[in-house]
């Protein structure tokens, strides 16, 4: 049914009007502002004439969608008044313009030619903007089919709400899980005041009873830090952690209007303020941020490329739809909330962005973690595995190694083969290393399934360490140790390469563990008497002729579980006290 009517002016809405459309003056189209036509803004009252048939034989539950009327209005059918808001005005609620005029004239005195009449007011006879059946077409159809439709459009609209504030959280939780992602926050905080702004121009206000003026002065104040919000957003993007001070001017122009807002005085004021000051305000930002963000996109800004990609068609929409409410230049989508669904679309851009951004983090710190286990295998090579988390505990948060050396009670096992520099010289060079090779193959596996760690490879000497009260697992894999060179030596006889004999030295007590050396190179070590002890004890084995040598305080604590013989009483170089050492035989069973 659009197209265009015939209008007359009244002085008042309760003014006798003409029954046939031929006597009305003026013609019109519909849906559209009065004050779209310059000579009429100062119209405050007015009355359409709309004619239309009906086949009556059509069995049709009809209904008639008016669109949008603005504020108070009378409607007539073939004479007969069928809607008015005069009870709703008595009562002091003058907002209704944002809710869609729905009339059921199935059983109204339908005629094959009918005559509809709409008398209206004008919200705001302060403003030139405004006024009559301003958005939404006219359309006669099945009621209840209109009624679904309207059902559906309120139920889109709280469905919008609640996407937009459920992403604001999901937002949030994505900055707070990378905070130097600030469009994350900017993009969150947008969508709560999105949220805000759409929930005062549903449809569905009116249906839960709220006061209709109360959300109208939200509406504006929210909207007066939309753009400025935004503009953050758009330049955390553009500019990532560099200061700009664009969007610090619009958000000082959003302040100066909410207090404009905020002071108006009425409704009305607010209005006027809006269309006349704060929509062209809105304009202009969004044409600075669109050549700012084009400006960038030239000088080869790669996150400008994201800007144009997530916010393009969400900022043309709204940008149409700005100079739509100013200019009405398409009435039908004055009251159509274009810019809450170009905001569905700049939701599902930046969700996409985000979801892309953590795919690709994912696909990163996946890669790393390979490299990291491929490293730590390899680390493994050259520090004891149960070290390895120490290490990197020992660093702080500038990610600088921290020498902090710690006192522990380890049991510390020295074991050196015999005669290695006559058996090294009957062998060439590729020959010693494999002969070590084999060699720590062999032992190293004894230590580890006892429970010691390798701290390091001295030439032909292994250095191993046990943790407190282990005394036992070290003189067992000792005496392992031993045994197992007659296994070895066998199978070296067999490719005559001559036979394979060592000492071994364990000492119990403190120790300083920590990182040794220097910033170019460093262990992870043991240093200490307790070291020095079973160091000089392996050395003495040469000279007792036997194969084991430990502590008089680790027999002591042995006695009842290994079987001892004790070798001498002895003074260890540098020290005052003598203490006797003895060679552990068997294990008792």
């Given at each position: ?7 007359i ?12 459309c ?23 009252h ?21 669109g ?26 003058t ?23 709409v ?30 439709e ?13 996407l ?21 926050l ?14 005062c ?15 109208k ?9 939309v ?36 002071f ?14 704060h ?21 080869k ?50 969700t ?5 951004s ?5 696909k ?7 490299k ?96 407190e ?61 307790t ?15 036997v ?8 027999q ?34």
């Amino acid at each position: 049914m659009k197209g265009e009517y015939n209008l007359i002016r009244l002085e008042n809405i309760s003014d006798p009007v003409p029954e046939s459309c031929d006597l009305y003056p003026l013609k019109v189209k519909i849906p559209s502002a009065i004050a779209h036509t310059p000579e009429w803004r100062n119209y405050t009252h007015f009355a359409y004439c709309i004619s239309f048939d009906i086949n009556l034989e059509q069995e049709v539950d009809w209904g008639l969608f008016l669109g949008f009327i603005d504020n108070e209005h009378r409607i007539y059918l073939n004479g007969k008044l069928i809607s008015s808001t005069e009870d709703e005005e008595k009562r002091g609620n003058t907002l209704f313009y944002e809710t869609p005029v729905i009339l059921h004239i199935a059983k109204m005195g339908l005629k094959e030619q009918n005559t509809l009449i709409v008398k209206a007011k004008k919200f705001n006879p302060d403003s030139v903007d405004g006024g009559g059946i301003y958005a939404g077409i006219i359309k006669l159809d099945d009621y209840q089919k209109i009624v679904t439709e309207n059902q559906i459009s309120k139920s889109y609209g709280l469905g919008k709400n609640v996407l937009f504030l459920s992403t604001s959280l999901l937002f949030f939780i994505l900055y707070l899980s990378r905070t130097d992602n600030r469009e994350y926050l900017w993009f969150g905080i947008f969508l709560v005041t999105i949220s805000i702004y759409e929930f005062c121009r549903l449809e569905l206000k009116k249906d839960l009873g709220l006061d209709l003026i109360t959300l109208k002065y939200i509406e504006y104040l929210v909207l007066s830090f939309v753009l400025p919000i935004f503009s953050f957003f758009l330049f955390a993007i553009l500019y990532k952690d560099k200061f700009h001070f664009i969007p610090i001017s619009i958000l000082c122009g959003g302040i100066i209007f909410f207090f404009a807002f905020l002071f108006a005085g009425n409704i009305f004021n607010v209005e006027s303020i809006n269309i006349k000051y704060h929509v062209p305000f809105l304009i202009l930002t969004s044409i600075i941020l669109f050549i700012a963000s084009l400006r960038e996109f030239y000088k080869k800004n790669t996150r400008a490329r994201l800007v144009f990609i997530t916010c393009f068609i969400p900022f043309s929409l709204t940008f149409f739809d700005l100079l739509n409410k100013k200019f009405q230049f398409l009435p039908a989508f004055a009251n159509i909330q274009i810019s809450g669904d170009s905001i569905l679309i700049l939701v599902s851009s930046m969700t996409f962005y985000a979801s892309y951004s953590y795919y690709s983090i994912q696909k990163k710190l996946d890669n790393t973690m390979q490299k990291e286990e491929i490293l730590r295998k390899t680390f493994q090579l050259y520090v004891p595995p149960r070290d390895i988390e120490k290490i990197l505990s020992k660093f702080n948060a500038k990610e600088e190694l921290l020498n902090l050396g710690e006192l522990e009670e380890k049991t510390i096992l020295f074991c050196d083969i015999r005669n290695f520099t006559d058996l090294s010289e009957k062998l060439n060079p590729n020959q010693t290393v494999d002969f070590l090779n084999s060699y720590f193959k062999t032992f190293n596996r004894i230590i580890i399934e006892n429970g010691g760690v390798i701290d390091k490879l001295i030439g032909d000497c292994i250095m191993a360490r046990f943790d407190e009260d282990k005394e036992f697992d070290a003189v067992k894999c000792a005496l392992e140790m031993i045994h197992a060179l007659v296994p070895y030596n066998r199978a070296r006889r067999r490719t005559e390469e001559g036979q394979v004999s060592h000492g071994i030295g364990i000492s119990s007590g403190n120790v300083i563990v920590g990182n040794i050396g220097s910033i170019s190179k460093m262990d992870y070590t043991v240093i200490g008497d307790t070291v020095n002890i079973a160091s000089r004890l392996e050395s003495l084995t040469k000279f007792y002729h036997v194969s084991i040598l430990v502590t008089e305080k680790i027999q002591s604590k042995l006695e009842g579980s290994v079987l001892f013989r004790e070798i001498d009483t002895i003074q260890i170089k540098g020290k005052k006290a003598v203490t006797r050492i003895f060679e552990p035989l068997a294990i008792i069973s």
